[in-house]
């Protein structure tokens, strides 16, 4: 079903989406909507322009993909299905992301991957092609985040990386780790699991948007992880 969004307000047309019988959608023209796709199941959506707040909040199993940017909280709370982004995204992408994947052509904004978690056979994927902004992986609880720099000089991530992490992992196609890591955080290397894992984040990730996965994994990476030994709860509780 092709619907041009010109003129027509978030709530109009997500109501028309969601009480349709039809399952495919092309949205053209989209300009700033909110919530497409927020706690939908069983849809495929194509998104011509940019995407408001909170695309594909709590959604269930769909598969969105925007010919463009999108705004800030995409994929808040988000449960399943998949979201590919063929530009840049705003703050908090996957914000308490529960399950399926995120992925970025383009840079993300602050607080990518705040609170995601997993559980059981739920872990959430979030893959980013260029850079992301401060407190990437802020309170990360679970899931995994891989940032590969594409075109960036230097560490792909902003300030405060992994403040207040305690599970998870996140990957940084980087020679050096984040200046101010907090003392909470460990910089691991990569072993040979990590390695076939990130052989299939780049494979996805330019099934996507083109290139070549030889080319993406042919720079060092580093592995972010909780320090089991140095926890948090040494900040606000007294050790006697």
């Given at each position: 079903?092709?619907?041009?969004?010109?003129?027509?307000?978030?709530?109009?047309?997500?109501?028309?989406?969601?009480?349709?019988?039809?399952?495919?959608?092309?949205?053209?023209?989209?300009?700033?909507?909110?919530?497409?796709?927020?706690?939908?199941?069983?849809?495929?959506?194509?998104?011509?322009?940019?995407?408001?707040?909170?695309?594909?909040?709590?959604?269930?199993?769909?598969?969105?993909?925007?010919?463009?940017?999108?705004?800030?909280?995409?994929?808040?709370?988000?449960?399943?299905?998949?979201?590919?982004?063929?530009?840049?995204?705003?703050?908090?992408?996957?914000?308490?992301?529960?399950?399926?994947?995120?992925?970025?052509?383009?840079?993300?904004?602050?607080?990518?991957?705040?609170?995601?978690?997993?559980?059981?056979?739920?872990?959430?994927?979030?893959?980013?092609?260029?850079?992301?902004?401060?407190?990437?992986?802020?309170?990360?609880?679970?899931?995994?985040?891989?940032?590969?720099?594409?075109?960036?000089?230097?560490?792909?991530?902003?300030?405060?990386?992994?403040?207040?992490?305690?599970?998870?992992?996140?990957?940084?196609?980087?020679?050096?780790?984040?200046?101010?890591?907090?003392?909470?955080?460990?910089?691991?290397?990569?072993?040979?699991?990590?390695?076939?894992?990130?052989?299939?984040?780049a494979e996805k990730y330019c099934g996507c948007f083109g290139g070549s996965p030889d080319e993406l994994m042919?720079?060092?990476?580093?592995?972010?992880?909780?320090?089991?030994?140095?926890?948090?709860?040494?900040?606000?509780?007294?050790?006697?």
């Amino acid at each position: 079903m092709k619907i041009d969004t010109k003129s027509m307000m978030y709530k109009e047309l997500n109501e028309l989406i969601a009480q349709s019988p039809e399952k495919e959608f092309e949205l053209l023209n989209v300009n700033g909507q909110r919530y497409i796709g927020a706690g939908l199941s069983g849809r495929k959506i194509m998104i011509d322009g940019t995407p408001g707040n909170a695309l594909a909040a709590y959604m269930n199993d769909c598969a969105v993909t925007v010919k463009g940017s999108a705004q800030d909280a995409t994929g808040d709370t988000m449960n399943h299905g998949s979201v590919i982004i063929h530009g840049r995204c705003g703050d908090a992408c996957g914000y308490a992301m529960r399950g399926g994947e995120i992925i970025i052509r383009d840079d993300t904004g602050y607080r990518t991957g705040i609170h995601m978690k997993e559980y059981k056979e739920q872990r959430p994927l979030i893959i980013v092609g260029g850079k992301t902004g401060d407190f990437l992986g802020e309170y990360l609880a679970g899931g995994v985040i891989a940032v590969f720099g594409i075109g960036t000089r230097g560490i792909p991530v902003g300030r405060f990386c992994g403040t207040g992490m305690h599970g998870g992992v996140i990957y940084l196609r980087s020679d050096e780790a984040p200046y101010d890591l907090p003392k909470q955080v460990n910089v691991e290397p990569i072993s040979d699991e990590d390695l076939f894992r990130l052989r299939g984040y780049a494979e996805k990730y330019c099934g996507c948007f083109g290139g070549s996965p030889d080319e993406l994994m042919s720079r060092k990476f580093i592995k972010l992880t909780p320090n089991s030994k140095n926890p948090y709860r040494q900040l606000y509780t007294n050790n006697w």
